[in-house]
C-alpha cells in the first residue's frame, strides 16, 4: 500500500514563502504523475499543479508565476515551492499521486497540510 506523507506547512505573512513536500512509500514501479490540491473552508478542492514523469507541468492561473513544483524521481518526493503568497492561498494542501506498481495503475491522497497567510 503507498502512502504519501505532506510536510511544510505553516503560518507566513503575505509576501512570504513556504516549500511543501510530499513523499511517497512503498511498492512502485512508476509515478506517473504527481500533484498538489488545495481546500479553503466552504470551498472545493481544486487543482494547484501537477507534473508528470517526464517533467510536463501544469498550473492553476492564481497560482502561476508565484508556485513552482519540481519532483525529485529517486526519493519518490514532490515539492511545492509557494512565494508571494496571498492570504487566498490559504488552505489545506493535499498531494495526490497516480502511479503503476508493475500490476496495477492507482491513485492516493495524503492527509493535508495546513498553510496559513496572514495579511
Known amino acids: 500500500q503507498v502512502q504519501l506523507v505532506e510536510s511544510g506547512g505553516g503560518l507566513v505573512q503575505a509576501g512570504g514563502s513556504l516549500r511543501l513536500s510530499c513523499a511517497a512509500s512503498g511498492s512502485i514501479f512508476s509515478l506517473n504523475v504527481m500533484g498538489w490540491y488545495r481546500q479553503a473552508p466552504g470551498k472545493q478542492r481544486e487543482l494547484v499543479a501537477t507534473?508528470?514523469?517526464?517533467?510536463?507541468?501544469n498550473y492553476a492561473d492564481s497560482v502561476k508565476g508565484r508556485f513552482t513544483i519540481s519532483r525529485d524521481n529517486a526519493k519518490n518526493t514532490v515539492y511545492l515551492q509557494m512565494n508571494s503568497l496571498k492570504p487566498e492561498d490559504t488552505g489545506v494542501y493535499y498531494c495526490n499521486a497516480q502511479y503503476y506498481t508493475g500490476r496495477k495503475y492507482l491513485e492516493v491522497w495524503g492527509q493535508g497540510t495546513l498553510v496559513t497567510v496572514s495579511s
Open positions: 507534473i508528470t514523469d517526464i517533467t510536463n507541468t
